[in-house]
């Protein structure tokens, strides 16, 4: 049998990050047990701590080493909120954007599914099960703002959401591909439109466009206020959310919530035409509250590792994990106190 | 005894608005019995039916004669979104943010309770009373954008969000104000200043420096992403949330969803320095597809009104109104089917 190498660039970062992630990887290993891929794993040190250390964020070296792999699994970054030692928002915007964007990873994937005996904050949240197709390239993300006359009484300061037909017609057709090999093929495009006329008609005109590409799938809209009502009152009438980058990141945190907490949301950052490597990460931070306890739950990085394995081409290894996953969830009772290993092991054992 | 003129003027819009706005009428008159103001009442027809009758949105005499009024009752604008014959957002954008704007309706405040008895979505919601002082003039809001290319493949929209130093401040101060006049004391900042930083830290500045003039009031801060995580998990946290138009808009949708739906959402658009009339609505919209069927709750047009009252001096009506309605609510039924004016009655009965 030929050997394929699946060449890995890892991203522990802080916090649990390196914790999740060994957890992820552990799992990752096991799942590719007897198939044909070899894994090659190349651990790079960034993050808050490298740069308390290193005064570096990401080096033009180390991404353009980080670009030749096949895909990337990213833990967590982030100092604790408390640490006035680096700006605020900087590790975030120079590392995780910064690979988001320079790696062009226009589709940020994030399902959310409320596995059977997960406790929901809902009294009835009825069945859960969609995916966010949130634009990860552009809209107010983009870094084009400013201040002037600043910090004096005069202070104008601005943010500029950059949104073009490219970047949203890309994820938009990426979203009804997605609804269409889904049960229910249905899209809900969430934005602003009756504010934000400008973006917002750019959206629902793409959306108009690629809607008839797919006769087959149903679509909708909704604005993000009213999307947050339907996300607490009837999460599951949603199938395919599209929507922006910060609408995206606001609906994601939500959905996470109501099924059950960000500990089990995973995500891909998909660069859609294969010209970068695609980076998979939990929805959740470092949570440096609780880091090096072995507290954290490495679900959401282990199912972010099977999204990465279905991303490459393993669909059913990445099969495998999401079924250990929905088994292992499914088995645990409220107030039980596992370590991050012992789950990233339970998990690994039903692979 | 000398009585005194309340010049109210009314837009009870389209849809539910008329109906439910008549209920609070109706209330607010039987609040001020026996007190020394009386109310002068001028209705203007304004909204979407408007429109489509006379292409008219809100012309500047009619702005003019409202800008002359003592406060402003609001019921509710707009279509049935399928309605094609009126643009999407026109009436929303030329009418309702136009008073919001034009009378510098600087603090968009939003009051959230979850009433003894009322159904919440959550399944331990705790208890919930917070109030969201959201900015009404600036933000992603101001109308600051454009497209280029428009329709075609190389089409570029862009929003810009505008933030000043003199808008953030008065609306931060009004709420640390707030807070120091109630029994928590503590502010929560909801922004995303990692991202959004030009933006973000003139409203972080801004919270510190105020918050020195309130050494009473505690001040916290909360990514706008999180701060849904805990409308669902944790609600009772907050006691007064400071965010923009746009977060504000977001997050208050969703507070109302937590604590029973948006029947119950009073809001007010308050201009801080009294040069033109303040605005009173519910924060639920015409709700066409219930329209003329006396279907509607008028309890949010009803506590709209309180909150009028209260602005205008009337502090002990407002109460009183306030008290019925908690009354009310407390004695409802599931299932129970009052209509509109039954509801309106009831509450007026016990003011
Ligand atoms: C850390 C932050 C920049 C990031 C975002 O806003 O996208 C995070 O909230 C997320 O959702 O991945
Ligand atoms: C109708 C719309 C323009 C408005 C807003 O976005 O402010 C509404 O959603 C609200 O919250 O009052």
């Known amino acids: 049998m030929m050997t394929q190498t699946l060449d890995l660039a890892v991203i522990p970062g802080d916090g649990i990050g390196p914790e999740v992630t060994a957890e992820a990887l552990k799992v990752l290993h096991r799942a590719l047990e007897g198939t044909d891929v070899e894994v090659k794993e190349t651990h790079y040190s960034l993050g808050a701590q490298h740069w308390l250390s290193t005064g570096e964020t990401l080096p033009a070296d180390v991404l353009d080493d980080i670009r030749g792999r096949d895909a990337i699994l990213f833990g967590a970054i982030g100092a604790a909120p408390g640490d006035t030692r680096i700006p605020s928002g900087l590790i975030e915007r120079e590392l ?146 599209v929507t922006d980058n910060l609408f995206g990141d606001i609906l994601t945190d939500l959905a996470g919530a109501v099924t059950g907490g960000i500990g089990l949301a995973a995500s891909g950052n998909i660069n859609l035409d294969g010209t970068a490597p695609s980076m998979f990460e939990p929805v959740h931070g470092s949570a440096p509250d609780i880091a090096g306890q072995k507290k954290a739950d490495p679900t959401a990085a282990i199912l972010s590792a099977a999204l990465l394995l279905d991303h490459v081409g393993q669909g059913e290894a990445a099969a495998r994990i999401e079924g250990a996953v929905r088994a292992d969830v499914e088995s645990r009772t409220a107030g039980e106190q596992r370590s991050t290993t012992e789950i990233g092991d339970a998990i690994a054992a039903q692979v």
Chains 1, 2 share one sequence.
Request: net charge positive; proline share 5%.
């Open 96 to 241: 995780l954007l910064k690979l988001r964007f320079t790696l062009d990873h226009c589709v940020n994937l994030r399902p959310s599914r409320l596995y059977t005996g997960v406790g929901s904050p809902l009294a009835a949240p009825g069945k859960i099960d969609f995916v966010v197709v949130r634009e990860g390239t552009e809209g107010p993300y983009v870094g084009n703002g400013g201040s002037m006359r600043t910090g004096t009484p005069h202070e104008i300061a601005t943010e500029v959401s950059v949104n073009t037909a490219y970047g949203v017609e890309r994820v938009v057709r990426d979203a009804f591909r997605r609804a269409s090999l889904r049960a229910r093929k249905k899209v809900t495009l969430v934005h602003k439109h009756n504010v934000l006329v400008h973006a917002g008609h750019l959206w629902k005109r793409t959306v108009e466009a690629v809607a008839a590409e797919f006769p087959e799938v149903q679509h909708d809209y909704l604005h993000v206020d009213a999307a947050t009502i339907f996300l607490v009152t009837d999460p599951a009438r949603f199938d395919v959310i």
